[in-house]
């Protein structure tokens, strides 16, 4: 246990050292500071998400989805925070901000399309609820805090990209080349991966602990020691995500499975390979933001 926290402080003090995460967006910092307060109301987190077009947008489509199954459409941000609880809030506040902070319309590169990696990211968030909601290992999950893990789980790769154009695109193309999985290149290159870059971002951000080590451990949950089942959740996530033709970058190989995941997430293969359909249609139907 000692190691691996002086591992986890090595990493954060490597990336920090080297890369400049994005600050959290105000949105989420303002709205932490009210949720800690016990007298904060609907109206207080209102003003807030209000002042933020994406947010509240988001917000409203969720809470009139089919999802809640309302009688009436809510117009209100207010009574759209008061239906769907505070924390429900912060989710879709999280979303929201994820991809104001960071899906710009930037053109493909090389190796690395930003509208293939958000794809690949949604269609990993998709999976990631889809599996949770069917085992019992994770009753206890919100299905959207399931969703955020998946849509997170690559998020490094676009830090990389954006903080590090030049070395990261030199790394892909390496990569393509030698035919192996960018995770490597990533190691040998900077003396860490994506997966380590995206874990301090959450840390950063003051997101959950089980969502940073799941982040961290994504490709490697066997050396989960804290939270193996979340992270083998992503794992096999990001892997459907690539078997479906969605892969986060282009040309690189498929990152390997660890085939002990289904037992670690409480599913056969068989009762995954049975979720394939519906988490292709949930995904096709989903309102992506390109």
């Known amino acids: 246990m000692a190691q691996s926290t002086t591992s986890s402080i090595n990493i954060l003090s490597l990336v920090n050292s080297t890369i400049d995460l994005p600050a959290m967006p105000e949105v989420l910092v303002k709205l ?67 991809f104001s902070t ?43 805090d399931a969703y955020l893990a998946g849509l997170l789980h690559d998020i490094g790769k676009i830090i990389l990209m954006e903080k590090s154009t030049a070395e990261y695109l030199a790394m892909l193309r390496k990569s393509v080349q030698l035919g192996r999985p960018e995770a490597e290149g990533e190691l040998e290159d900077y003396g860490y991966t994506h997966a380590d870059v995206g874990s301090v971002l959450a840390i950063k951000w003051s997101l959950p602990e089980d969502l940073a080590i799941a982040i961290r451990y994504h490709h490697a949950p066997a050396r989960d020691p804290f939270h193996r089942s979340l992270s083998s959740l992503i794992h096999l996530a990001d892997q459907l995500a690539w078997r479906a033709q969605m892969p986060s970058t282009v040309g690189t190989p498929m990152p390997p499975l660890d085939h002990d995941v289904y037992g ?27």
């Open 102 to 144: 960071f899906a710009s319309h930037r053109e493909k590169i090389q190796h690395f399309d930003p509208s293939s990696f958000w794809k690949h990211a949604a269609y990993a968030g998709v999976a990631a609820r889809a599996l949770a909601m069917k085992s019992k290992l994770f009753v206890d999950m919100h299905p959207e």
């Open 32 to 98: 932490n500071e009210l949720m800690a307060n016990p007298d904060t109301s609907a109206g207080d987190l209102a003003k807030i998400i209000s002042a933020d077009p994406a947010v509240s947008t988001n917000l409203l489509r969720i809470v009139n989805s089919a999802y809640y199954g309302l009688q009436v459409r809510v117009s209100s941000v207010s009574l759209a925070i008061s239906v769907m609880g505070f924390k429900m809030t912060k989710k879709v506040a999280l979303k929201a901000a994820v």
């Open 264 to 290: 670690e997430i409480g599913l056969t293969r068989e009762q995954v390979e049975e979720l394939v359909p519906a988490i292709q249609d949930d995904f096709t139907a989903s309102e992506l933001p390109w």
